[in-house]
Structures are given as structure tokens and as C-alpha cells.
């Protein structure tokens, strides 16, 4: 009987704000659609790459991908024309190699224009919230970074391994999180996410943005990435996190690892 | 105007053939919501129940039945709870389960517990089953386990005296066959919850950790010690277990290719199910193999045992050294943390024992 209550009501709010019969003009509002693609310096990487060790960072490490799950946010819209921001405040994890969500929609429809287009990697820390949010508990075995360093989620889990100085095939698993120092009594926390500028898009109804991510990027700039020194354990690691970081976004202008793609209409 | 017809037409499809008391094609069994653990309701998303084998109270008694009794077996001589215990929250305390031919099977048998949260809904040590009712075919019919054939399994119980009229009673009709069945099983599996260790009433504030006990989690979480948490859960994640498939290190080839033998991916050889860390007291011995008795040695393995292969997941730590070289007193903590997630409630929950005794 609830089921048809509820289809009752919506039907009922659909008629009462959608009157196509009353000569009301109606804003033309689109949601947004966003794909997300992944190269290496320019060659996609498709499911059939993980696992294979093929591709050479900027210190020389060849290496493989076995995983690559992240999490973005806080798509925002900034109307060039009325300086009005659009945020639907959802966010999507992404899960390359299993193919999942690399298609997302943020719940929210903004009036077709020209808008600055913008996202969070990973949670700022007002969205941060240990434990705030059940599906990414329940992702991939939980999504979750532990209290000792400050709870709250991963931002991403790059995993693989590489040829190390020795010839020894090694694993390395580039996790990042909010920068968190256990060594000190609070832990000392530093927001570590960033904001992706995608610039200037004609958003009509039906327009795609793809979204680039350069794996090749988390290890070149502005820090040369050495993965014999940094491999594993580089959550509880402060300083590292402050270099991926660095080499994710844009910092002191270097290139960050997002790009934009194929705008389609 | 066109979304309100839709609306509106999908409003009279569902009135048509669908009720809010359960009844289905003019049957009604009595529904039965699955009692989810304050626990879960607070951190992890709801159980996975399909829509076309809602539990009732009917189908759960029925498949509880069907869970104890020995006609399933060609023989009858074994039945799912042969190798599925309540005492070893539903596993075996050997390390591989002997068949009604005396033959041994080749993996341990794994536990029975809040199956309804695993959301990838891959059943086995390696997955080959995407469902409970799918898990529930197998082992009928595997030679090496109850070696029945499935119309002889249905024939027995169509000539008992009491089951075509549970058929009936839980779903409408008393011809009794493998669909049916698997259904009530897979209905009373998804009873089997646990959460109510001393670990969940700790997270619920009814409890304290030992400093021990509190050290082995931090043990647990510490990436720098056991990294446990990357595959096996978090407070968040009560479950303790990712459900997903991992090489753990445990050999540098495999006679037993897990996960790559269901794919035929190479990448895949030789990954297993995590399982989940719940109940561990019980659910000895451990690893897909049942290699190891005791807990000591399972913490052995990740600290000291560790062995490289080309497909050993990446969150395996100082391979060339075994490990990561946890100290004894870590080892010792780390174990008392992992057994304050007993819940001896669950295995001796009356409502989970054989009712045909």
C-alpha cells in the first residue's frame, strides 16, 4: 500500500509543478552528465592493463596498476553570467578497474548557460565526517581511514607493483587521505583534498564532460615520486601526503593529474 | 504531462499484481522482515534479499528444516548442517569435509553468517555462485559432497509425509522442486546474523576493551603493523570482511587456482575470499585450505609466512622479509582483540539449531 501512496503523491507533486498548459514559461534546467577516463601520459588504460607491469614513471620505476578507486565531490557549477553556484554536494567513487560509477550524474539540475565547472578530489573536510556516509562504509570492504588517523574516508586507493632497485618485483599501495601526523597528541590533521577547475563549459541539455586522469602524474610533479623510499605505509605518513598532494593538483602550477576531456552536447 | 502518466500507469501495473500483504499470484505467505543489528542500521548499508524470494516466516521454518535434514544427501546420511555447523558458526571443525562416499573435499568449509550484507553477492571461497539460492544447488549434487541428483533429492521429500504441505505454505504450491528448496534455504541463511560480540557492544558503548584488547585494535588499524583493516573491515564496516577475493601469500604456485579457476584470468589465480574475522573462536581451522589451527599461526602468516607470487595482492606488506615483523606482544593483543569478536549468542541461538530433533 506504500508503494502506491508514494506513486500517488508524486504523480499528484509532478502535476501540481510541472503545467505545461498554462503558458508559465518554464526554466530549462539539465542535470549534468560526467564520464571518467585514465591514461598514462596520453595511453588509456583500459581493464585488460591492470596487472601488467608496462609503464615507466618520471624516476624510472616500471611498474603495473592493480587498483584504482577514488573518490570525488562537491561538483560545482558557477553561472559566468550571474556568478550564481550550483552544488549538488553528493560525490561518486569511482572503481576503474571493476568499471563502476565511471559514469555520474550529481543530483542536481542548473539552467542550461556557461558555467566555471569545478570538483573536489576526494572529501574536504567539512565533508569528511568518520563513518557520516553508509555506502562508502560498506565500500570496498569500507572506505573508511582509521580514528588514530583521524577517521573520515580514503581520498584513493592506487595499488600495484613495481620493479624495485634490486630487480625484486615489489608492491606499493599510493593511498591517499587528509594529511594526519599519529605522533602528536591531538593528531595533527591538514585537509589534503583539492578543487579540479575544469573551466569554462556551454552546459546545454544533454552535455557530457569527461573527466582525464594521468596516473603517470601522481609520480612526476612538482615531486619526482621515488617508489623505492615510498611504497607503502603512506597513510600515517604526513610529509608523504603533502607531496601526492602536490603532484595531484595543480600546485605551483604544475600540471595535476585531471584534465578535461571531450565536452559533448 | 507524459511523466504524469507514467506515474500513474506504473501506479495501476503495481496495484494489479502486487498487494501491500505479500499476497502473490492469489498465495499469501507470511512475511518475515529480517531483524537487522542496530549496528548495521547505523553504519552499513541494508541486506541484499531479492525480490523474488522475500523472506516469510513459512519459507525461513521450511528452509531451516531443509538445512538439518539428511534426505537432501543420496544417501541419507548428510545434510548442509554435516558440514555447516551451528557450534562452528555454521563451518567444520575439520579441515575438509567429508562427502557421503567417504571422500574429502579440497577447501574448508567457509561460515554462515550475515551473508544478506555481501553486497557483490559472490557465494564460495571463489565466488561461483551469485546468489544464496544459486550457493544452495551445489553441494546436492557435487559427487564429492551429497552426491544426489536433484530430482531424487525432490522425490524424497515429495513422498514425506509433512513437506508438500510447508511447500504450500511457503510458496503457494506443494510440488516440491530445486527452485524451491534452494529459496527456503537461502531464506533461513539470511536469518543467521550475528552482532552481539563484545566488540559490537563496545562499539555500542555497553562494553569495554581490555588495554589489550584495545592495543590489538590498534594493531589492527595501525598500517604500520598488522594493516588488517584494509581488507577485513573497520568499526565502520562491522562485517569484517570485504567479501572480496585477495592472494594472501600463502604459496609461491597454486594446485588450487581460487578465483582464476571461475574467471580463467591469470590475474586472478590463486585469490580466495577474505573472510570474515567474526567468530573466529569458533571457526577453526583457517585459510580456504583450513592450513592453519590456530589463530597464532594466521598472525604468523601475515608477520613472518608471507611468500611472494606473481598475483599476491599489493596490500601484502615486506614480502621479501615474510612480513611486517609484528613484536610478540602485538601478535598477543592483536589476538585478544580478534576474539572480542566471539559471539557465542549467535552459535548457541536456539532458533539456529536442527528442529527435527
Given at each position: 500500500?506504500?508503494?502506491?501512496?508514494?506513486?500517488?503523491?508524486?504523480?499528484?507533486?509532478?502535476?501540481?509543478?510541472?503545467?505545461?498548459?498554462?503558458?508559465?514559461?518554464?526554466?530549462?534546467?539539465?542535470?549534468?552528465?560526467?564520464?571518467?577516463?585514465?591514461?598514462?601520459?596520453?595511453?588509456?588504460?583500459?581493464?585488460?592493463?591492470?596487472?601488467?607491469?608496462?609503464?615507466?614513471?618520471?624516476?624510472?620505476?616500471?611498474?603495473?596498476?592493480?587498483?584504482?578507486?577514488?573518490?570525488?565531490?562537491?561538483?560545482?557549477?558557477?553561472?559566468?553570467?550571474?556568478?550564481?553556484?550550483?552544488?549538488?554536494?553528493?560525490?561518486?567513487?569511482?572503481?576503474?578497474?571493476?568499471?563502476?560509477?565511471?559514469?555520474?550524474?550529481?543530483?542536481?539540475?542548473?539552467?542550461?548557460?556557461?558555467?566555471?565547472?569545478?570538483?573536489?578530489?576526494?572529501?574536504?573536510?567539512?565533508?569528511?565526517?568518520?563513518g557520516?556516509?553508509l555506502?562508502?562504509n560498506s565500500?570496498?570492504g569500507g572506505?573508511n581511514?582509521?580514528?588514530?588517523?583521524?577517521?573520515?574516508?580514503?581520498?584513493?586507493?592506487?595499488?600495484?607493483?613495481?620493479?624495485?632497485?634490486?630487480?625484486?618485483?615489489?608492491?606499493?599501495?599510493?593511498?591517499?587521505?587528509?594529511?594526519?601526523?599519529?605522533?602528536?597528541?591531538?593528531?595533527?590533521?591538514?585537509?589534503?583534498?583539492?578543487?579540479?577547475?575544469?573551466?569554462?563549459?556551454?552546459?546545454?541539455?544533454?552535455?557530457?564532460?569527461?573527466?582525464?586522469?594521468?596516473?603517470?602524474?601522481?609520480?612526476?610533479?612538482?615531486?619526482?615520486?621515488?617508489?623505492?623510499?615510498?611504497?607503502?605505509?603512506?597513510?600515517?605518513?604526513?610529509?608523504?601526503?603533502?607531496?601526492?598532494?602536490?603532484?595531484?593538483?595543480?600546485?605551483?602550477?604544475?600540471?595535476?593529474?585531471?584534465?578535461?576531456?571531450?565536452?559533448?552536447? | 504531462?507524459?511523466?504524469?502518466?507514467?506515474?500513474?500507469?506504473?501506479?495501476?501495473?503495481?496495484?494489479?499484481?502486487?498487494?501491500?500483504?505479500?499476497?502473490?499470484?492469489?498465495?499469501?505467505?507470511?512475511?518475515?522482515?529480517?531483524?537487522i543489528p542496530q549496528i548495521f542500521e547505523d553504519r552499513i548499508?541494508?541486506?541484499?534479499?531479492?525480490?523474488?524470494?522475500?523472506?516469510?516466516?513459512?519459507?525461513?521454518?521450511?528452509?531451516?528444516?531443509?538445512?538439518?535434514?539428511?534426505?537432501?544427501?543420496?544417501?541419507?546420511?548428510?545434510?548442509?548442517?554435516?558440514?555447516?555447523?551451528?557450534?562452528?558458526?555454521?563451518?567444520?571443525?575439520?579441515?575438509?569435509?567429508?562427502?557421503?562416499?567417504?571422500?574429502?573435499?579440497?577447501?574448508?568449509?567457509?561460515?554462515?553468517f550475515n551473508?544478506?550484507w555481501?553486497?557483490?553477492?559472490?557465494?564460495?571461497?571463489?565466488?561461483?555462485?551469485?546468489?544464496?539460492?544459486?550457493?544452495?544447488?551445489?553441494?546436492?549434487?557435487?559427487?564429492?559432497?551429497?552426491?544426489?541428483?536433484?530430482?531424487?533429492?525432490?522425490?524424497?521429500?515429495?513422498?514425506?509425509?509433512?513437506?508438500?504441505?510447508?511447500?504450500?505454505?511457503?510458496?503457494?504450491?506443494?510440488?516440491?522442486?530445486?527452485?524451491?528448496?534452494?529459496?527456503?534455504?537461502?531464506?533461513?541463511?539470511?536469518?543467521?546474523i550475528s552482532a552481539n560480540s563484545k566488540f559490537d557492544r563496545y562499539l555500542m558503548?555497553?562494553?569495554?576493551?581490555?588495554?589489550?584488547?584495545?592495543?590489538?585494535l590498534?594493531?589492527?588499524?595501525?598500517?604500520?603493523?598488522?594493516?588488517?583493516f584494509?581488507?577485513h573491515g573497520n568499526p565502520n564496516n562491522p562485517l569484517w570482511t570485504?567479501?572480496?577475493?585477495?592472494?594472501?601469500?600463502?604459496?609461491?604456485?597454486?594446485?588450487?587456482?581460487?578465483?582464476?579457476?571461475?574467471?580463467?584470468?591469470?590475474?586472478?589465480?590463486?585469490?580466495?575470499?577474505?573472510?570474515s574475522l567474526r567468530n573466529?573462536?569458533?571457526?577453526?581451522?583457517?585459510?580456504?585450505?583450513?592450513?592453519?589451527?590456530?589463530?597464532?599461526?594466521?598472525?604468523?602468516?601475515?608477520?613472518?609466512?608471507?611468500?611472494?607470487?606473481?598475483?599476491?595482492?599489493?596490500?601484502?606488506?615486506?614480502?621479501?622479509?615474510?612480513?611486517?615483523?609484528?613484536?610478540?606482544?602485538?601478535?598477543?593483543?592483536?589476538?585478544?582483540?580478534?576474539?572480542t569478536l566471539?559471539d557465542?549468542?549467535?552459535?548457541?541461538?536456539?532458533?539456529?539449531?536442527?528442529?527435527?530433533?
Open positions: 500500500m506504500k508503494k502506491i501512496a508514494l506513486l500517488l503523491a508524486v504523480a499528484t507533486a509532478v502535476v501540481a509543478c510541472k503545467n505545461d498548459d498554462n503558458g508559465t514559461p518554464i526554466p530549462a534546467d539539465t542535470s549534468v552528465d560526467f564520464t571518467f577516463s585514465h591514461n598514462w601520459d596520453g595511453d588509456e588504460i583500459e581493464n585488460s592493463d591492470f596487472d601488467v607491469i608496462q609503464y615507466t614513471n618520471a624516476n624510472g620505476e616500471e611498474l603495473s596498476i592493480s587498483k584504482l578507486v577514488y573518490l570525488i565531490s562537491d561538483v560545482t557549477f558557477e553561472s559566468v553570467t550571474t556568478g550564481e553556484v550550483y552544488d549538488a554536494g553528493d560525490y561518486n567513487l569511482v572503481n576503474v578497474r571493476q568499471g563502476t560509477n565511471l559514469n555520474f550524474t550529481p543530483d542536481i539540475e542548473i539552467p542550461e548557460g556557461e558555467y566555471l565547472v569545478s570538483f573536489t578530489f576526494g572529501f574536504d573536510d567539512e565533508d569528511n565526517i568518520d557520516a556516509y555506502d562508502l565500500a570496498d572506505w581511514v582509521p580514528m588514530m588517523l583521524g577517521g573520515g574516508y580514503h581520498y584513493m586507493r592506487l595499488e600495484g607493483k613495481f620493479i624495485d632497485n634490486t630487480s625484486t618485483e615489489t608492491n606499493y599501495a599510493y593511498h591517499t587521505i587528509r594529511a594526519a601526523d599519529p605522533s602528536t597528541t591531538p593528531v595533527t590533521l591538514q585537509d589534503t583534498s583539492f578543487e579540479v577547475d575544469l573551466g569554462q563549459i556551454a552546459i546545454g541539455s544533454g552535455t557530457n564532460i569527461e573527466v582525464k586522469m594521468n596516473l603517470a602524474q601522481w609520480f612526476e610533479d612538482p615531486n619526482l615520486w621515488d617508489l623505492n623510499v615510498l611504497n607503502q605505509m603512506l597513510m600515517p605518513n604526513f610529509d608523504a601526503q603533502i607531496l601526492m598532494h602536490q603532484n595531484g593538483s595543480t600546485y605551483q602550477n604544475s600540471e595535476g593529474v585531471f584534465s578535461l576531456g571531450a565536452v559533448t552536447q | 504531462m507524459k511523466r504524469c502518466l507514467i506515474y500513474f500507469s506504473l501506479g495501476f501495473v503495481l496495484l494489479s499484481c502486487s498487494t501491500d500483504d505479500g499476497k502473490v499470484d492469489g498465495y499469501t505467505a507470511t512475511p518475515l522482515e529480517l531483524q548499508l541494508p541486506p541484499v534479499i531479492p525480490a523474488d524470494n522475500p523472506q516469510t516466516v513459512e519459507g525461513v521454518a521450511l528452509g531451516r528444516k531443509l538445512f538439518f535434514d539428511k534426505r537432501l544427501s543420496a544417501d541419507n546420511t548428510l545434510a548442509c548442517a554435516g558440514c555447516h555447523s551451528p557450534a562452528n558458526a555454521f563451518s567444520d571443525a575439520r579441515q575438509f569435509s567429508v562427502g557421503i562416499d567417504g571422500i574429502e573435499g579440497t577447501r574448508n568449509s567457509m561460515p554462515l551473508l544478506a555481501n553486497y557483490n553477492e559472490l557465494f564460495f571461497w571463489d565466488g561461483r555462485a551469485n546468489s544464496i539460492e544459486n550457493q544452495a544447488l551445489e553441494p546436492v549434487v557435487d559427487p564429492i559432497e551429497m552426491h544426489n541428483t536433484w530430482s531424487e533429492a525432490a522425490n524424497s521429500l515429495q513422498s514425506d509425509s509433512e513437506y508438500p504441505e510447508l511447500f504450500q505454505q511457503a510458496f503457494g504450491t506443494s510440488t516440491i522442486d530445486s527452485v524451491l528448496v534452494t529459496k527456503a534455504i537461502a531464506q533461513f541463511l539470511r536469518t543467521l558503548g555497553t562494553a569495554e576493551l581490555s588495554p589489550e584488547e584495545q592495543n590489538g590498534n594493531v589492527f588499524m595501525d598500517e604500520n603493523r598488522g594493516d588488517c584494509h581488507c570485504d567479501n572480496i577475493f585477495h592472494n594472501n601469500g600463502l604459496d609461491e604456485s597454486f594446485s588450487d587456482r581460487g578465483r582464476g579457476a571461475v574467471t580463467g584470468d591469470p590475474r586472478e589465480f590463486g585469490q580466495f575470499k577474505s573472510p573466529l573462536e569458533f571457526t577453526a581451522p583457517y585459510m580456504h585450505d583450513g592450513r592453519f589451527e590456530t589463530i597464532e599461526e594466521v598472525i604468523d602468516h601475515y608477520s613472518e609466512g608471507l611468500v611472494y607470487s606473481e598475483t599476491i595482492d599489493p596490500l601484502m606488506k615486506k614480502v621479501a622479509e615474510g612480513g611486517v615483523g609484528l613484536s610478540e606482544q602485538d601478535k598477543a593483543d592483536l589476538k585478544a582483540f580478534l576474539l566471539s557465542p549468542s549467535f552459535v548457541n541461538n536456539p532458533d539456529f539449531q536442527d528442529p527435527n530433533q
